[in-house]
């Protein structure tokens, strides 16, 4: 039976928010709040890696408000992973997909990787995405 090890990231791995911006000011108007339905497992399981692989992973959402969906940042628990901010508002009733992608070099074992999405939502502004992922030692070759 293996053991599974979670590996964290070093302090220095760790991914601050972005400064405030403009944007932001959505944040400040609950009368501009807007829901948000996920449309995939907000808890995704990519299954096994080879080290050194560089991994994608989506998540779509629709705008179930009534007013414009505004993501004001994207963040992610550790710099092995690189989240993208959508630039443009989602219309009521719009789709869209939040991405980030995930480095595996030097992540060998059994990670689990959060993704942090701040909006105009109600009840909360900010929305938390996970992962989980096995990075397998990349094979020596002669």
């Not at 505004?70 to 508002?89: F, N």
Request: with cysteine; net charge neutral; proline share 5%.
């Amino acid at each position: 039976m293996s053991c599974l090890v979670v590996l964290a990231c070093n302090e220095s791995d760790k991914k601050t928010a972005a400064p405030m911006s403009a944007k932001s000011d959505v944040l400040k108007d609950s009368a501009n709040f807007t829901t948000i339905q996920w449309l995939d497992s907000i808890h995704r399981d990519l299954g096994k890696v080879t080290e050194g692989d560089q991994v994608e992973v989506s998540y779509r959402f629709k705008n179930t408000g009534n007013k414009p969906l505004v993501v004001t940042s994207v963040t992610a628990s550790c710099g092995c992973t690189i989240p993208e901010t959508p630039q443009e508002p989602f219309a009521p009733g719009a789709e869209g997909i939040i991405k980030a992608k995930f480095n595996s070099k030097n992540r060998v074992g059994q990670n689990r990787k959060e993704v942090y999405v701040t909006a105009n939502t109600k009840p909360d502004n900010l929305q938390q995405l996970e992962f989980t992922i096995e990075v397998e030692k990349k094979k020596e070759t002669n």
